[in-house]
């Protein structure tokens, strides 16, 4: 059976996000793996928009725990750092036992990434400076690939070959 990979990401954002989520699926195909999409959730008409968030955190959280594995898209997203939804996911999936993947990984330090006048932000606030591409709690915690989602799939399939 193949290895059931959730597909996190800012991705549900962008402009075709289904189209997206079908080519990332199709990608995780070709390596073997089966791709998870939150898109690929059927939520109910609800009473208001808060309910709609909380029913599509219901069923995103039951794609996850469903999975083996988590892919997740960790390029910049509105900012300097990945999406916060993504990074719940990911921080989900660690506490849940699963790997997680990231891809979009910068080939350089997060202190490189920030603009900084010794160590300091614009407002005074320290930037991490570990070496690491990402904030400690996800370098540490996942498996880094700078590259594509293609990339990443290609260490995924010798990871679990």
């Known amino acids: 059976m193949p290895v059931r990979l959730y597909l996190a990401g800012p991705d549900v954002f962008r402009p075709q996000p289904a189209s997206h989520g079908e080519a990332l699926k199709m990608l995780c195909a070709e390596f073997g793996f089966t791709g ?27 794609l996850i725990d469903s999975a083996d594995a988590v892919i997740a898209n960790v390029a910049d997203f509105r900012g300097h750092e990945p999406d916060s939804g993504t990074c719940f996911e990911i921080g989900y999936a660690i506490a849940r036992g699963k790997d997680v ?61």
């Open 101 to 161: 993947w990231c891809y979009n990984v910068p080939a350089v330090p997060l202190v490189e990434q920030v603009p900084n006048i010794n160590g300091n932000d614009a407002d005074g606030w320290t930037v991490e400076d570990f070496g690491l591409p990402r904030n400690l709690m996800i370098a540490c915690s996942c498996h880094l690939v700078v590259g594509d989602a293609r990339e990443c799939l290609e260490c995924m399939r010798a990871h679990y070959a």
């Open 36 to 62: 998870l999409y939150p898109l690929d959730n059927a939520i109910a008409p609800q009473a208001d928009g808060r309910a709609t968030a909380a029913e599509i955190y219901r069923q995103n959280i039951a």
